[in-house]
């Protein structure tokens, strides 16, 4: 087996203290099993056994730093050679918090934010008060996090899309953020998969002016030329051209790239992609390397080989260029 994972992401718990419009995690209130962090430490002890020093691990969630040991397993990952990232909401991020993610030696910390409009923000999220909470995260970090590269990613909504570029200006001439990036809108997360689910009950979200939408792509791929903390790839802000005009064909030449992920669920369990069937679970002491390689994740590799779906993963968390030289 040569295929190597490519991308990892623990989405290390499901709470979550926001309300945001386009996630309704936080209506889910029952209790679950989380994996102990002794046994995510034997997870990614393995796991680098399949990669390469600085391959990233992404903490995600819910809110990933409601999970007690994550700032250990961000230290674990760091000293084993992993670079970490963790996104975050912001809304734990005090002094205290602040000075803890220092100490665990974190690479990279991605803020929601999808306005600089304090109102927009707080709409978007379902809580007063988080976009000032994101504000003095963003403080907090600079102050005590000197090698934790700060950026903060936004959602291209039909609500936000007038003030996204305001935002970029704020961002690119903050010289306490290191990188801006954008996302592009999907169906909320657990809500039953809808086709077409951009014309149902939750069309709220999505663009209406496509043109407009485009426009603003266009143009952040303008600012990019001249403004290298906007990290977004060029191809992937092509993709988003392409699923705004058509959000029902798919965005990808070739095939969905998954085949290379690893995810974790809250509860432990191991997919390469979640629409297709789990391939162990952490809990039970299930070992990536035996995992990655056996029938059933080959089995597994042949329906994302055949999946045309324009998924969250696919376009905001691992898009990678159909082509042989990957245009940045
Ligand atoms: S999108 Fe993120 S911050 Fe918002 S409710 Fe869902 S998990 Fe929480
Ligand atoms: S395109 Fe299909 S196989 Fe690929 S990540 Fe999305 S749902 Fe999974």
Redesign the pocket.
């Given at each position: 087996m040569d295929i190597k994972p490519g991308f990892c992401c623990l989405g290390i718990t499901d709470k979550c203290m926001l309300k945001c419009q386009m996630c309704y995690k936080w209506q889910d209130k029952e209790a679950q099993n989380y994996p102990t962090v002794e046994q995510y430490k034997k997870f990614l002890s393995e796991l680098r056994e399949l990669v390469d020093e600085g391959f990233r691990i992404n903490f995600g969630g819910g809110e990933a730093l409601l999970f007690e040991g994550v700032l250990d397993l961000v230290r674990f990952s760091v000293d084993k050679g992993f670079s970490a990232n963790i996104a975050s909401n912001g809304w734990l991020i005090n002094e205290q918090m602040a000075q803890r993610i220092a100490d665990s030696g974190l690479n990279e910390i991605n803020l929601s934010l999808d306005s600089i409009d304090e109102s927009t923000h707080d709409y978007l999220r379902g809580v007063k008060g988080v976009y000032r909470r994101v504000m003095s995260a963003i403080e907090y970090l600079n102050k005590y996090s000197k090698n934790t590269r700060i950026g903060v990613c936004c959602v291209i909504y039909d609500y936000n899309l007038d003030g996204l570029l305001p935002l970029i200006d704020w961002a690119v001439n903050n010289d306490k953020l290191s990188s801006i990036s954008f996302m592009a809108p999907m169906q909320p997360n657990n809500t039953g998969v809808e086709k077409e689910w951009w014309e149902g009950k939750y069309n709220f979200l999505w663009p209406k002016d496509t043109d407009k939408a485009c426009r603003f792509i266009d143009k952040v791929l303008e600012l990019k030329k001249i403004h290298s903390k906007i990290g977004i790839p060029v191809v992937q802000l092509e993709a988003f051209k392409h699923y705004f005009r058509c959000p029902d064909k798919f965005v990808k030449k070739t095939k969905?790239?998954?085949d290379r992920?690893v995810h974790v669920s809250a509860v432990g369990d191991i997919f390469l992609?979640?629409?297709?069937d789990r391939l162990g679970n952490i809990k039970n002491g299930d070992d990536i390397r035996e995992l990655w390689q056996s029938g059933r994740a080959n089995d597994v590799r042949k329906?994302?080989g055949n999946?045309?779906?324009?998924?969250?993963?696919?376009l905001n968390c691992f898009f990678e260029s159909d082509y042989p030289f990957a245009l940045v």
């Open positions: 969905c790239n998954l992920a992609c979640f629409r297709w329906n994302i999946c045309k779906d324009n998924c969250h993963f696919l």
